[in-house]
């Protein structure tokens, strides 16, 4: 088969589901309708993914805090993602490992990779995670704004467990052996150390900004990037202008702040433990010069100029995630 590599762009987490579970979208252009947050969201678009070579985009099933959600929800999104993906008549397919996803691409189409953001759908019973894992879910993060049962989070001061609870230890372990990977962010600082510790293979973060740059609790450490990519990890940079720069909003942030997150990130663990997590269609915006997946090009375009090889231009827009996401559907190495 060609190696489709060089072409293969990725989203380590984008949010579509949002519109196309909650507002009963379509992916394709043709099947969207008005939203109520549009200036701010709503970019999520095949036909956008495919001009911007990106074929590969980690579809992020957002499960919220709550008495009422728990892994039915979850399912019931992976479903609807079922639906919209037959709804494009193939041109967006559901993929596990990076095999699979080289092999979507190679033939012009979009592959989707299924994450969970929240954690809260693995509250109740650990041992959904393996539910999951058999929908091909191959990452999740263990909570999110508030702690949950399982982590404590880096945006509030509630933090019972100290990192992570017992329970939330035996999820990190879990994960790694149904081929999952524990994706950190938005967890505090104690509960990703431990979360590298327990792991029993690569752990990610999916979408953050970096905090030498941008002094946020949420944002990544460099002693925590580093731990990560010791797993054989990756750090996902997002888009969220509010995470990459301390201007009001982050109204100043441009695609070279975004830039200048990649850099710092790849100089701290080197380049092929970086990617992009846009966390596109969460309520967020995109930096200026970057509208959505039609603009990867010119985020390679930013690297070269910086001094990135082409090949490390190449694992930072896409190859490392499809390395890191395997050929078989198990944990890969370092
Ligand atoms: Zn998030």
Same mark, same amino acid.
């Given at each position: 088969?060609?190696?489709?590599?060089?072409?293969?762009?990725?989203?380590?987490?984008?949010?579509?589901?949002?519109?196309?579970?909650?507002?009963?979208?379509?992916?394709?252009?043709?099947?969207?309708?008005?939203?109520?947050?549009?200036?701010?969201?709503?970019?999520?678009?095949?036909?956008?993914? %495919? =001009?911007?070579? *990106?074929?590969?985009?980690?579809?992020? &099933?957002?499960?919220? /805090?709550? @008495?009422?959600? +728990?892994?039915?929800?979850?399912?019931?999104?992976?479903?609807?993602?079922?639906?919209?993906?037959?709804?494009?008549?193939?041109?967006?397919?559901?993929?596990?490992?990076?095999?699979?996803?080289?092999?979507?691409?190679?033939?012009?189409?979009?592959?989707?990779?299924?994450?969970?953001?929240?954690?809260?759908?693995?509250?109740?019973?650990?041992?959904?995670?393996?539910?999951?894992?058999?929908?091909?879910?191959?990452?999740?993060? %263990? =909570?999110?704004? *508030?702690?949950?049962?399982?982590?404590? &989070?880096?945006?509030? /001061?509630? @933090?019972?467990? +100290?990192?992570?609870?017992?329970?939330?230890?035996?999820?990190?372990?879990?994960?790694?052996?149904?081929?999952?990977?524990?994706?950190?962010?938005?967890?505090?600082?104690?509960?990703?150390?431990?979360?590298?510790?327990?792991?029993?293979?690569?752990?990610?973060?999916?979408?953050?900004?970096?905090?030498?740059?941008?002094?946020?609790?949420?944002?990544?450490?460099?002693?925590?990037?580093?731990?990560?990519?010791?797993?054989?990890?990756?750090?996902?940079?997002?888009?969220?202008?509010?995470?990459?720069?301390?201007?009001?909003?982050? @109204?100043?942030?441009?695609?070279?702040?975004?830039?200048?997150?990649?850099?710092?990130?790849?100089?701290?663990?080197?380049?092929?433990?970086?990617?992009?997590?846009?966390?596109?269609?969460?309520?967020?915006?995109?930096?200026?010069?970057?509208?959505?997946?039609?603009?990867?090009?010119?985020?390679?375009?930013?690297?070269?100029?910086?001094?990135?090889?082409?090949?490390?231009?190449?694992?930072?827009?896409?190859?490392?995630?499809?390395?890191?996401?395997?050929?078989?559907?198990?944990?890969?190495?370092?």
């Amino acid at each position: 088969m060609t190696d489709v590599g060089a072409l293969c762009h990725a989203d380590m987490h984008a949010h579509f589901l949002l519109y196309g579970h909650y507002l009963r979208q379509g992916y394709s252009g043709a099947g969207r309708r008005w939203a109520p947050w549009g200036p701010l969201g709503n970019r999520l678009f095949l036909e956008h993914a %495919l =001009a911007g070579q *990106v074929h590969c985009v980690t579809f992020t &099933v957002y499960v919220p /805090a709550g @008495r009422w959600f +728990g892994v039915g929800a979850a399912l019931r999104q992976i479903d609807t993602l079922d639906r919209v993906a037959a709804e494009t008549g193939g041109r967006l397919t559901l993929a596990r490992t990076g095999a699979q996803v080289r092999a979507i691409a190679a033939s012009g189409r979009v592959a989707g990779v299924l994450a969970i953001e929240g954690g809260h759908a693995l509250e109740r019973d650990p041992s959904d995670l393996e539910r999951l894992a058999a929908r091909g879910v191959r990452m999740a993060t %263990l =909570a999110h704004f *508030v702690s949950s049962s399982l982590a404590d &989070v880096a945006a509030c /001061a509630y @933090r019972p467990h +100290g990192g992570l609870s017992h329970a939330g230890r035996d999820v990190v372990r879990r994960m790694g052996r149904l081929g999952m990977f524990p994706d950190v962010a938005h967890l505090s600082d104690a509960a990703i150390e431990q979360a590298t510790v327990e792991a029993e293979g690569p752990v990610v973060s999916s979408h953050t900004g970096m905090r030498d740059l941008r002094d946020l609790p949420r944002n990544l450490g460099d002693a925590q990037a580093r731990r990560i990519a010791a797993t054989g990890g990756m750090i996902g940079i997002l888009w969220f202008p509010p995470y990459l720069s301390d201007g009001f909003l982050g @109204r100043d942030a441009t695609i070279q702040t975004f830039l200048d997150h990649c850099c710092h990130a790849a100089s701290v663990v080197g380049p092929g433990h970086v990617g992009i997590g846009t966390d596109m269609d969460a309520l967020t915006w995109p930096p200026a010069g970057l509208r959505d997946h039609r603009d990867y090009p010119r985020v390679a375009d930013g690297l070269r100029q910086r001094g990135f090889s082409a090949a490390e231009v190449d694992g930072i827009l896409g190859r490392n995630y499809l390395r890191l996401l395997g050929d078989g559907g198990v944990a890969s190495g370092p």
